[in-house]
């Protein structure tokens, strides 16, 4: 029986007075809960989160402020955009003072259209009187794309170091002091400077017309090949007015009327050591002196008197006339015999009478 009563066991009193006291005393249960500091706390945190709402609030303000302030600015510069691109309707007479203003200057480099050779173009006209506008045109493009978005984009043409442009000036007399500057060297080519008021594009005494051109032919190119003839007032290539590019014709004109006959010397000259290029006298209108052409068969006529034709309006030779029997026979005298009209009936009736 006393192996089944439960056995006594000891207890280490050292260890359970360790286990008791290792935790210490619980604060809640010593410091009694002050109302006043809860309160004061929490004042505290409300005051700290309406500062911090002040201060959200106030950059919120300044930001849309500002946003606005650019909202306005960008009105305003559409607004800007509207007036200039409706433009002004000028009168014909204001348009015809606007031409005796502006002057027209070709074969300027490609460079005149960045920043620097802006400013280098524009310093060098502005000494014949102020400058209002400056107009680029004829301009080269990598492209088929709008050519306002291609000139921004800089997508220009690599073959084509050329462009020309349009500069009107306050008055009429530095448009004239401006002329002057034709054929001089401005960033290594030849300036062609004329008025764009002017309506006669060459004097065709003093020009020579070149044919068979290469379609990529440069004016400088020119320049160079016809430097020996003479002074060289002006050259000209005509252009395609979207392409840029060549018709393979052009005008050379002269400071003098003999440098015409040394520029028809060069007709076997090689241009571009490749080819020949046509060199003629161009074709001088009756209204300026020229004699009229006749035409080589306009005195050639038939026996009968009237003149004779070998073509018709589109050129092509005209068919033989249809000729007709009782017709071929003619007299000596010109006079045509007379045609005698017979019946089947006569030559029926005499057969019978035989």
């Known amino acids: ?85 409706a433009k002004k309707t000028l009168s014909p007479e204001e348009i015809a003072e606007k031409e005796l203003k502006t002057v027209f200057v070709g074969n300027l480099t490609i460079e005149c259209i960045e920043k620097e050779g802006y400013k280098q173009l524009k310093a060098r006209f502005a000494d014949c009187g102020k400058i209002e506008s400056i107009r680029f045109r004829s301009i080269a493009f990598a492209q088929p794309m709008n050519r306002k978005a291609a000139f921004l984009s800089r997508k220009l043409h690599p ?95 002269f400071v003098d009327r003999d440098s015409v006959e040394a520029a028809l010397a060069l007709t076997d000259k090689k241009f571009r050591k490749k080819t020949k290029i046509r060199i003629q006298r161009c074709k001088i209108p009756v209204s300026e002196g020229g004699v009229r052409e006749t035409k080589k068969n306009a005195n050639k006529k038939t026996k009968g008197g009237k003149p004779f034709n070998k073509s018709g309006k589109s050129g092509r030779a005209l068919p033989n006339a249809k000729r007709f029997e009782g017709t071929r026979a003619v007299k000596d005298s010109g006079k045509k015999f007379k045609i005698v009209k017979t019946s089947k009936k006569k030559i029926a009736k005499k057969g019978s009478k035989k």
């Open 1 to 85: 029986m006393s192996s089944l009563l439960p056995i006594s066991t000891k207890v280490d009193n050292q260890l359970d007075n360790l286990f008791k006291h290792s935790a210490g005393k619980s604060e809640i249960a010593v410091k009694p809960i002050l109302t006043e500091q809860l309160i004061a706390k929490a004042a505290k945190k409300t005051k700290n989160q309406e500062k911090k709402d002040g201060q959200k609030a106030y950059l919120g303000f300044k930001k849309a402020k500002e946003l606005m302030a650019q909202k306005r600015k960008a009105e305003e510069e559409e607004e800007n955009e509207t007036t200039k691109k």
């Open 159 to 253: 073959d084509r170091e050329a462009l020309n442009a349009y500069i009107v000036f306050k008055t009429k007399e530095a448009a004239n002091e401006a002329c002057k500057l034709n054929g001089t060297v401005f960033m290594d080519k030849h300036l062609r400077v004329d008025g764009a008021a002017n309506s006669k594009q060459h004097d065709r005494k003093r020009s020579v017309f070149l044919g068979a051109l290469p379609f990529d032919v440069e004016d400088e190119e020119l320049w160079e090949f016809f430097k020996d003839c003479g002074d060289i007032e002006s050259v000209r290539v005509i252009r395609d007015p979207k392409m840029n590019i060549g018709k393979g014709f052009g005008y050379v004109q």
